[in-house]
């Protein structure tokens, strides 16, 4: 009895520790978000697809920049498929990540995936596992490159996002 008991403490114990990590870690990426993804209420194109509110894909819109979508979103509905994309992200990523990461960790992780894509955020992944930071810090900084040239942007938001892993 007193085994099922431990059991059923750790289950809650780990549910009220994941639900506090989430929480926080939303809460520092929103503040990350807005320093780095500006917010736009209506249509731009961004590289390879047409985005909008805090650079989430305007919704049945195609990759031509010849093809303008209409339309316009709000701060509050922009900020809400932000933090839906940042969870499918987290959701994405957590079963590659084996080690524990802090609300920094996880948020300067997800800022990464938000701007660049989960499946290269998942490339992270062995670095990140094994604690090699200085391998990571190496393969992190690598993706600075829009459209194939040098990004100030985000050279300077690869490095906020590193300065946030190791806060």
Known sequence: ??????????????????????????????QFFFT?????ATPYWDYKQWSW????KV?????????????TITRDKAMADALNHVQVDY????????????????????SFSYNLGSGNADNL????????????????KKYIYAGGEINQGLIDRRNAEWELWQA
């Open 91 to 110: 959701d994405y990523l957590k079963k590659f990540i084996t080690r524990p990461l802090n609300a920094n960790q996880w948020s300067a992780l997800l």
């Open 125 to 140: 992944a062995y670095n990140i596992n094994t604690y090699q930071n200085e391998l990571l810090e190496d393969q992190w």
């Open 53 to 56: 509110g805090y650079g989430t």
């Open 59 to 71: 919704p049945g819109s195609v990759n031509d920049p010849n093809i303008k979508p209409g339309g």
């Open 1 to 30: 009895m007193a085994s099922k008991i431990n059991y059923v403490w750790w289950i809650i114990g780990a549910l009220l520790l994941t639900s506090f990590t989430m929480v926080t870690y939303k809460s520092i990426l929103q």
């Open 36 to 40: 780095w993804e500006g917010f736009s």
